[in-house]
């Protein structure tokens, strides 16, 4: 049981809008910021979105990040058969013991 | 470009060691944060180790700890995972990923090597 909570799959047909959800608490999402991962099918995860809203460079206008409250979520705009994938949320967790490195289960995205 | 290779992964009967390795190119490796994130076959993501940039600080999830030892040599530019006492539910692909900062603590990751397979069969 993943400490952020996704949907496991989503779905979109070329062209449209599609959103990702990631719920979390507030010793996570709540008080870190997120980050999002891509990961094509038999490929390394790629960092898509960090600092809840930040795309790296070569990552197109398409993606989008947003936080409010304990969750996030993740935006793709002009839905594109190459972005087909798995799609993974990740935090910081702040606990007693210290800050630990907590994922979502991630979601599989299709291109219908 | 910023290059990350694993390597050392393979087979291994339950109770045994193995060390990974983790060479790096195209960027100050011992200015950067290093972790360790591995993933079973069909599975999500998780993290195991992260070490600071001077190697003076690590972290281990609850899972590894005991058992899993993260170091660099920041001469050679390369990470190491070695992990003994090594249990089924050790086997996935171990992936090394450059931090976005010196500490550990409240990074990004980015970018990812591509993963090494650690089997743990008899």
């Known amino acids: 049981q993943s400490v952020l909570t996704q949907p496991p799959s989503a779905s979109g047909t070329p062209g449209q809008r599609v959103t990702i959800s990631c719920s979390g608490s507030s010793s996570n999402i709540g008080s870190n910021s997120v980050n999002w991962y891509q990961q094509l099918p038999g490929t390394a995860p790629k960092l898509l979105i960090y600092s809840n809203n930040q795309r790296p460079s070569g990552v197109p206008d398409r993606f989008s990040g947003s936080k409010s409250g304990t969750s996030a979520s993740l935006a793709i705009s002009g839905l594109q ?28 995205l299709t291109v219908l | 470009e910023v290059q990350l290779v694993e390597s050392g992964g393979g087979l291994v009967q339950p109770g045994g060691s193995l060390r990974l390795s983790c060479s790096t190119s195209g960027f100050g490796f011992s200015s950067y944060a290093m972790h360790w994130v591995r993933q079973a076959a069909g599975k999500g993501l998780e993290y195991v180790s992260g070490i600071s940039s001077d190697g003076g600080s690590t972290y281990y999830a609850d899972s590894v700890k005991g058992r899993f030892t993260t170091s660099r040599a920041n001469s050679k530019n390369t990470l190491y995972l070695q992990m003994s006492s090594l249990r089924p539910e050790d086997t996935a692909v171990y992936y090394c990923v450059k931090g976005s900062g010196t500490t550990w603590r409240y990074n990004w990751f980015d970018p990812w090597g591509q993963g090494t397979l650690v089997t743990v069969s008899s």
């Open chain 1, 81 to 108: 058969s190459e972005d087909e994938a798995d799609y993974y949320c990740a935090a910081w967790d702040d606990n007693l013991n210290g800050p630990n490195r907590v994922f979502g289960g991630g979601t599989k």
